[in-house]
Nanobody
């Protein structure tokens, strides 16, 4: 599986942004998809994940109520809608895929990674 994230950019605090991740391969619907982020000098951290059907989601406490993860299996795409953005959301955002039915928050539990898309929130 190859993953390509896009949609990042510069946005003011309080604004919104939607980033996307397109996956190659015919088995996209069999993967749990996750979003992670990494700020300079910090470790990669979990943001959100979604089950293959989209029925189950999981969010980090820091983004719960502001971010929404969704997917379109027909288009092999997973989305992260980010609202009420804060300067501390500034990071390189990565999508990841995990061949499993279980949602996980640990980067090591994911098998495939995209290249990342930069999100910068100005104050």
């Amino acid at each position: 599986v190859q993953l390509q994230a896009s949609g990042g950019g510069l946005v003011q605090a309080g604004g919104s942004l939607r980033i996307s991740c397109v996956a190659s391969g015919r088995t996209f619907s069999m993967y749990v998809m996750g979003w992670f982020r990494q700020a300079p000098g910090k470790e990669r951290e979990f943001v959100a994940s979604i089950s293959w059907s989209g029925e189950r989601t999981d969010y980090a406490d820091s983004v719960k109520g502001r971010f929404t993860v969704s997917r379109d299996n027909a288009k092999n795409t997973v989305f992260l809608q980010m609202n009420s953005l804060k300067p501390e959301d500034t990071a390189l955002y990565f999508c990841a895929a995990r061949r499993s039915v279980l949602l996980r928050r640990t980067p090591d539990d994911y098998n495939y990674w995209g290249q990342g898309t930069q999100v910068t929130v100005s104050s």
